[in-house]
Nanobody, 119 residues
Framework: QVQLVESGGGLVQPGGSLRLSCAAS????????MGWFRQAPGKEREFVAA????????DYRDSVKGRFTISRGYASSTLYLQMNSLKPEDAAVYYC????????????WGQGTQVTVSS
């Protein structure tokens, strides 16, 4: 079983930055891609970004390209999402995910961390 624990959410003004972290544990994490989804109130959960096990391949939804950067830490068991130039429409609960194909069918989900973008 894989456990995912997010941190780093909070309140930020439009144009500001936040860095989300996700700590992964469990023997099965080896070889999995990881990523981030988000869900705003009244909206469906949506893909944000993904990164391969090696960290060599990344993927982003169009609306965050050039503003968000996904990366993996030491031993690939820590995931980060650097979010710059935040907009009010980026406000959501952000979920860390892991699996074989995280863009379409993540296997494991964290509990989520709230990101609020407001002046």
């Amino acid at each position: 079983q894989v456990q995912l624990v997010e941190s780093g959410g909070g309140l930020v003004q439009p144009g500001g930055s936040l860095r989300l972290s996700c700590a992964a544990s469990g023997r099965e994490i080896g070889g999995y891609s990881m990523g981030w989804f988000r869900q705003a109130p009244g909206k469906e959960r949506e893909f944000v970004a993904a990164i391969s096990w090696s960290g060599g391949i990344t993927d982003y939804r169009d609306s965050v390209k050039g503003r968000f950067t996904i990366s993996r830490g030491y031993a690939s068991s820590t995931l980060y999402l650097q979010m710059n130039s935040l907009k009010p429409e980026d406000a959501a609960v952000y979920y860390c995910v892991a699996g074989v194909n995280v863009r379409t069918l993540p296997t494991f989900w964290g509990q989520g961390t709230q990101v609020t973008v407001s002046s």
